[in-house]
């Protein structure tokens, strides 16, 4: 009976209801034009979700470091008698101790703090992103002071970014409270 016959979405012949069971190609056309536009809309959320957001902790986590860094640098520095430098590019500061010296060692992105005492201690800071440059005050031959500056550089769709500058100056026998500037 319905041979040749295009059938309606939905019909009535001879009291039963007649339904189609598939899509149109243009139905099928129409899903895949929305679902296409949508990918597009969302895909910077996608970018940031899978990229982003794993790299500004990682920069935030390096921040905190840092300032952990800063906070022990500064009480070496506030018992040491004396600071100096040494080493290639300034790499290794020297905090002369009563008892002991303590070696700070830039290398690469890590930051070594080395005790010369019997307890041999050594910890190790892991600082992506993170630029250090310290540079020595002195008067009269003697080191009495350490400036350090700080960043965080990355790069952001092909451009470097700096952020978390941060400039201290710390004292050699200052007490805590006095020996911290930002």
């Known amino acids: 009976k319905n041979k040749g016959r295009v059938e309606q979405v939905c019909s009535v012949q001879e009291g ?5 069971r598939g899509y149109l190609l243009v139905e099928m056309l129409t899903v895949i034009a929305i679902f296409t536009s949508l990918s597009i809309v969302f ?12 790299k500004v902790q990682k920069i935030s986590q ?32 020297l905090l002369q101790e009563k008892n002991c010296i303590v070696r700070y060692q830039l290398a690469g992105n ?19 992103y993170a630029v250090i440059d310290w540079r020595v005050r002195s008067k009269g031959g003697r080191g ?7 960043v965080l550089e990355h790069t952001v769709d092909g451009r470097r970014q700096r ?4 400039s201290y100056i710390f004292f050699t026998g200052a007490p805590a409270a006095t020996g911290r500037t930002q």
């Not at 009495?144 to 700080?150: A, R, S, V």
């Open 16 to 20: 039963k209801i007649i339904m189609r």
């Open 43 to 54: 895909a910077g959320l996608f970018r940031t979700l899978l990229r982003d957001i794993p």
């Open 62 to 93: 390096t921040n905190t470091t840092i300032r952990h860094v800063l906070a022990q640098i500064r009480d070496d520095v506030d018992s040491a008698t004396g600071i100096s430098l040494s080493g290639d590019e300034s790499k290794s500061l």
């Open 110 to 128: 890590k930051l070594f703090r080395t005790v010369s005492d019997n307890s041999g201690e050594t910890k190790i800071w892991l600082l992506p």
């Open 144 to 150: 009495y002071g350490l400036e350090i500056q700080t």
């Open 163 to 166: 952020n978390f500058a941060g």
